[in-house]
């Protein structure tokens, strides 16, 4: 059997680094000093709690995550938070803001209209959600719980360059597609959740940094697995946590720190985004489905001439070794996922591709 890893360039879950799966693969029967598994071990063990103290403290170290901040590894998915985020935070009485920029907004905004009182303070549905609101646009309710917005969107390629102005009420955010791919002022936020299988580690655990002073507003009656203050209290050990995804992701964090951190990723992320941007934007034989002044850096989106051409595209670029490059079944095209792990070799490699692609079928 083949060995030979393809470019990944899937949406999630998605590429890791290789220095991160040796390693995984190399203490998977047993960890250093342990002798053990990390699927075996308690999680009450001393091995198992220096894991996630380490993984905490380098999510801290990484996010420059402020004091007065709890970080948090939770399971459900980023989809748990679009329910736990308003039973936590949502009271009785008040309003939360959420801005649409696309299917994932839409679904934080589903689960939230179950709990209390939804305002949708700006979206871009009329233009098929290709660009985020200007801050312009944006109709905040004076006094609201809390804003909520998806820092990228994953299906619709894009991103937003700045965190909007929402005054005294926190902001909470999904960042799952885009979290630690760029420096990030954490101090700006109530809230920022994250599903690990983008950018962080395997699925199965999801990030949540949530300022201190918000965990009073989860109420004592809460079931308990869906409050904030349980997870908080017990330092995300109220229950069995995801083990091997915080391990994983712990690795993942000492691999970004061994980058350089958040700057020099930013950094790296830029320029293939721009590589790629460059190659559709050459001719007009490809065309970005987002508008230019919102272009995700982490999902980049365009279309072909024709559908047919689109599906030839799909198949032959799959036959050269690039996986995952069909877009999300709800808007068709292509989608290139390039997070923080996906090297860029497979970004030149793809601009060659599309070159050839072109030169063949344009
Ligand atoms: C992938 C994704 C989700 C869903 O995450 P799950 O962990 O599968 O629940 C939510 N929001 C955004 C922005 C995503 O990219």
């Known amino acids: 059997m083949s060995t030979q890893r393809l470019f990944n360039f899937s949406a999630g879950p998605a590429v890791l680094p290789p220095s991160v799966l040796e390693q995984a693969q190399r203490e998977l029967l047993a960890l250093p000093g342990v002798g053990m598994s990390i699927l075996e071990i308690s999680h009450r063990s001393k091995a198992f709690e220096a894991i996630l103290a380490k993984t905490e ?26 329910s736990m985020v308003p039973m936590n935070l949502l009271a009785a009485g008040t309003t939360a803001d ?3 920029t696309g299917a994932w907004s839409q679904k934080a905004v589903k689960e939230a209209q179950r709990v209390g009182t939804v305002h949708v303070a700006g979206s871009t549905e009329a233009e098929a959600f290709v660009r985020v609101p200007r801050q312009d646009e944006l109709s905040l309710t ?30 909470v955010a999904d960042t799952s597609s885009d979290m630690f791919s760029r420096p990030i002022d954490v101090s700006k936020y109530g809230l920022i959740y994250a599903g690990a299988q983008k950018n962080l580690g395997p699925s199965g655990v999801t990030l949540v940094i949530i300022r201190e002073d918000l965990l009073a507003r989860s109420q004592k009656s809460m079931h308990s697995m869906l409050s904030y203050a349980t997870h908080a209290g017990n330092q995300s050990m109220y229950n069995t946590p995801p083990c091997f995804g915080i391990y994983l992701m712990g690795l993942v964090m000492q691999w ?62 799959t036959a050269a070794g690039f996986d995952g490059l069909k877009g999300h079944r709800s808007v068709g095209g292509m989608r290139a996922s390039v997070y923080n792990a996906f090297p860029e070799e497979g970004v030149e490699a793809l601009v060659q591709f599309m070159k050839e692609f072109e030169r063949q079928n344009g």
Not at 71 to 79: D, N, P, W, Y
Request: charged residues 20%.
């Open 57 to 82: 403290a380098d999510v801290r170290t990484l996010g420059g995550v402020p004091d007065g901040y709890k970080v948090l590894f939770l399971q459900g998915g980023a989809s748990l938070q679009f």
């Open 98 to 100: 959420y801005i649409v």
């Open 142 to 171: 004076a006094g609201a719980s809390y804003v909520h917005f998806t820092t990228n969107n994953t299906i619709f390629g894009t991103q937003w360059t700045v965190e909007p102005e929402v005054g005294e009420a926190p902001l």
């Open 256 to 317: 970004a720190l061994a980058q350089g951190g958040l700057t020099a990723i930013g950094a790296v992320n830029d320029r293939k985004a721009a590589t790629l941007y460059a190659e559709i934007d050459r001719t007009g034989f490809y065309r970005g489905t987002a508008q230019k002044d919102s272009r995700s850096k982490m999902n980049i989106t365009f279309r072909l001439p024709s559908e047919e051409l689109e599906a030839k595209f799909a198949k032959e670029s």
